[in-house]
């Protein structure tokens, strides 16, 4: 369209332009130049739309894990896929992360691992929900294939059946549908007679849905799909919880001992305020093993089979343990991984039956030196054959401190050798022995670059005061545990600053298979900060080595101390 200009002698044209319209819309612009140009999402509301599609994602796998930890409390409970990724997780993790969270998070590791599977599972979720909401099709396969993942390692526990894979798969195939559900449902997307915008041929008339009513379709959708997973979750804890055998574990009648405990000193408690009870509380006692979920075995299934390079196979019923002369013993435990002054050590008392009783049934071949025992979700431990047969009470455990066995612990039976660190002995809810040689097989740790023997080193630990803390100027009294398992310790010293080792006074020993405590009063600490050391001497091997190792590969060593400033 040409005209000549008003204002103007000159014959050039001149452009005429139709008139701008701008409709104002929900969230959105339109802009018309001669003709409806594209919608122009603001970027608040492009975030917006990205945070339900991540909403979305976390829903579907909420769904997705609600649902199949709910299949698996019917069909096989350790194939839950919380379980299952869990222990796998644990498998897979290298040493030096292991380590470092053992340190980081002591007895809390276990939490501490469910918290960054959480953290993990939700990233991968969001992603999952962005994915779906650019190409549903390729979200649902990443859900799929997530699902595959976690069938395998469901079918790859040893504690699982023939059905382990099927509560994952199922508990994809429904992520599948409601992921589905809640992106064709996300607010503002494009429809053109079909829920994927992303399928229009270019060009085509796009219908754009009411922003409003689609948000409170999503909204419900969310909120149907939140209610029912949770609900499976809720559903499948409580079958897992009534088929669990903490009831049959509470019915156990502990038989009386054919030889009990013996009475502890009267003077075995450091007369320190603050130092731990020379008998740990079974609810304060440590917990490190590489079960993500507390396998739950039940005690009138249980059986325990003792193989390999013997005479005769033996196998062994709950019902058997409880026949025959069980003993009752006091044995501190100690884990490979505790630090120097470190909480992973406890003292309790144990009834059982002494294992060399059961390898004497059995009948250990010439060359046999190594016990390989394997416990019920699939954790293996080299014991020295000698540790079992040369008459310490290394036990098969049925009771601890007078209950029986609590599930986290081992229950219905676990395996106490005083004198070695558990990763090579204290092996729990223990289903196998098997009479070996070191050449011929290794253990759970062993493979992963630990010693395969384990003897547990001398330690020593200031409990008080506290590494840190303040105390008053004058007396102060110092006060902790010393241990040398199936050793005895003999002597603790004191050190403050450079100045001379002075004498602790020693707890009364309650036997040579647990720690001593000790006492020692400071008795004129002055103003300043002050570095307080300790060290123990053992029966066999004399004060215990300055030299400071890590706990790689077989044990902490050095003197543990402590800095506190005097007021």
Not at 467 to 475: E, R
């Amino acid at each position: 369209m040409t005209q000549r200009c008003a204002n103007t002698q000159s014959e050039a044209p001149c452009l005429t332009v139709p008139p701008l319209r701008w409709t104002p819309g929900p969230g959105a612009m339109t802009l018309a130049v001669g003709r409806t140009m594209d919608v122009v999402e603001p970027s608040r509301t492009r975030a917006r739309a990205r945070s339900l599609a991540m909403l979305a994602g976390l829903l579907a796998a909420g769904l997705t894990l609600g649902t199949a930890h709910l299949v698996a409390a019917v069909l096989d409970p350790p194939a839950s896929p919380i379980s299952a990724l869990g222990d796998t997780f644990i498998d897979l993790t290298p040493e030096w992360l292991k380590e470092a969270a053992i340190a980081a998070f002591g007895l809390h590791d276990k939490l501490a691992l469910g918290a960054g599977i959480a953290v993990v599972v939700a990233l991968v979720a969001a992603l999952t929900g962005l994915l779906a909401r650019a190409r549903l099709a390729l979200g649902q396969l990443a859900v799929l294939l997530l699902g595959l993942v976690a069938a395998i390692a469901a079918s790859s526990r040893p504690q699982t059946g023939a059905l382990a894979p099927l509560p994952s798969i199922v508990g994809a195939v429904i992520g599948v549908v409601a992921l589905r559900a809640l992106v064709v449902r996300l607010p503002g997307r494009a429809t053109s007679g079909s829920a994927s915008a992303g399928s229009q041929p270019e060009g085509s008339p796009v219908r754009e849905a009411s922003d409003g009513s689609s948000r409170r379709t999503f909204l419900r959708t969310a909120v149907a799909v939140a209610v029912v997973g949770a609900l499976s979750a809720a559903a499948g804890s409580i079958v897992t919880g009534a088929r669990s055998t903490a009831a049959a574990v509470r019915r156990i009648v502990l038989p009386t001992p054919s030889r009990a405990a013996p009475l502890v000193p009267a003077d075995a408690q450091s007369t320190v305020a603050g130092v731990v009870p020379v008998l740990t509380p079974t609810a304060d006692f440590y917990r490190i093993d590489t079960a993500f979920s507390v396998p739950q075995v039940d005690p009138d299934r249980w059986e325990l089979r003792v193989h390999g390079m013997v005479d005769r196979e033996v196998r062994l019923s709950f019902a058997d343990l409880l026949g025959r002369d069980l003993v009752e013993t006091y044995v501190t435990l100690t884990c490979v991984s505790n630090p120097l002054g470190g909480n992973l050590a406890g003292n309790a008392r144990w009834l059982g039956l002494p294992v060399r009783e059961v390898l004497a049934m059995a009948g250990p071949q010439p060359g046999a030196d190594m016990v390989l025992s394997t416990s019920a979700d699939g954790f293996t431990a080299s014991t020295p054959l000698e540790a079992l047969t040369d008459g310490r009470d290394a036990l098969l455990a049925i009771g601890m401190n007078g209950e029986p066995l609590p599930p986290e612990h081992g229950s219905p039976v676990r395996m106490v050798v005083p004198g070695l660190y558990g990763y090579v002995s204290a092996t729990k809810w223990v289903v196998d022995l098997e009479v070996t040689r070191f050449a011929d097989a290794q253990a759970y740790w062993t493979v992963r670059g630990w010693s395969d023997h384990g003897p547990i080193k001398t330690a020593s630990r200031i409990e008080v005061p506290v590494s840190g803390s303040s105390v008053p100027a004058g007396p102060v009294d110092v006060g902790g545990t010393a241990w040398a398992q199936h050793t005895g310790i003999v002597g603790v010293e004191v050190q403050v600053d450079d100045g001379p080792w002075e004498q602790a006074t020693l707890g009364g020993e309650i036997s040579v298979d647990t720690w001593r405590q000790w006492s020692w009063r400071w008795p004129d600490a002055r103003p300043g900060r002050h570095l307080i050391r300790v060290r123990a001497a053992d029966a066999a091997n004399g004060v215990q080595t300055e030299e400071r190792v890590p706990v790689i590969p077989d044990g902490a060593t050095g003197w543990h101390e402590v800095s506190v400033f005097v007021g």
